[in-house]
């Protein structure tokens, strides 16, 4: 059986200069190369191809997330570079005035959006010791 090792995150822009922008300079991960098929980042060790496309349709559920370890610092951070957190309003997934959402267990999820609506997540999760 072959060994899964880094993995890799794909998202797809139709605005690449916008991308450029967003995933380098707001969200602060390295560009590592830039031709004519995608932007690589790297994202603190993970690598994120934003390849380049066509207008598109995104998808409406999360397609990268990032565990963070403060979730409110890390929104404090975004936040005055232009971050939007989404608020959802529903009645099922309570938000607090952040956009942060904590299910039973004790996690807790904020979602926000890249330049071409592509739906993105930061996490902080809540660790029980000697769990499987």
Not at 1 to 26: H, W
Not at 32 to 44: E, G, K, P, W
Not at 118 to 129: P, T
């Given at each position: ?26 969200l ?21 191809r ?37 608020q ?45």
């Open positions: 059986m072959a060994v899964l090792n880094r993995m890799i995150g794909f998202v797809v822009t139709s605005q690449p200069e916008k991308a450029k922008a967003f995933y380098g300079d707001v602060g991960f390295r560009l590592m190369s830039d031709d004519n098929f995608a932007l690589v980042f790297d994202a603190n060790g993970t690598m994120i934003v390849s380049k496309g066509q207008p598109f349709t995104p998808a409406q559920n999360t397609v990268l997330g990032w565990e963070v370890d403060d979730i409110r610092a890390c929104i404090g951070e975004l936040a005055p570079r232009g971050v939007h957190f989404e959802f309003n529903l009645p099922f997934m309570k938000q607090d005035e952040l956009g942060v959402w904590t299910p039973p267990n004790g996690d807790q999820v904020a979602w926000f959006k890249d330049p071409d609506g592509n739906m993105l997540s930061i996490s902080q999760h809540h660790r029980v010791r000697n769990a499987v």
